[in-house]
């Protein structure tokens, strides 16, 4: 069983910066494709940013990229999540989730991962 534990969540003003992170548990994190999600009240967990076993390949969604950055460290089994330029909009809970098998893929939805952080709270005030 991995467990996951994002950080770094927080208030920040439009247009400021956070970097989230994600430790896992295990050190088969590095056979992981790793992925960030996000929930805000009202409205369906959405995928945002993507990122294979080895960070050589990541994938965004349209509303963040140029934005955000998601990059890992193996070595201390950590994926994190840049976001700069952020607008009120990206106010929402943030969690990181890992795809087991075929780690060579992102993974764009929910199903497609087995295990889930808790999730960090983000929001951006105007």
């Known amino acids: 069983q991995v467990q996951l534990v994002e950080s770094g969540g927080g208030l920040v003003q439009a247009g400021g910066s956070l970097r989230l992170s994600c430790a896992a548990s295990?050190?088969?994190?590095?056979?992981?494709?790793m992925g960030w999600f996000r929930q805000a009240p009202g409205k369906e967990r959405e995928f945002v940013a993507g990122?294979?076993?080895?960070?050589?390949?990541?994938y965004y969604a349209d509303f963040v990229k140029g934005r955000f950055t998601i990059s890992r460290d193996n070595a201390k089994n950590t994926v994190y999540l840049q976001m700069n330029s952020l607008k009120p909009e990206d106010t929402a809970v943030y969690a990181c989730?890992?795809?087991?098998?075929?780690?060579?893929?992102?993974?764009?939805?929910?199903?497609?991962?087995?295990?889930w952080g808790q999730g960090t709270q983000v929001t951006v005030s105007s």
């Open positions: 989730a890992a795809a087991v098998g075929r780690g060579w893929q992102i993974r764009t939805n929910v199903p497609e991962y087995h295990y």
């Open positions: 990122i294979n076993w080895s960070g050589g390949s990541t």
């Open positions: 295990e050190r088969t994190f590095s056979s992981y494709a």
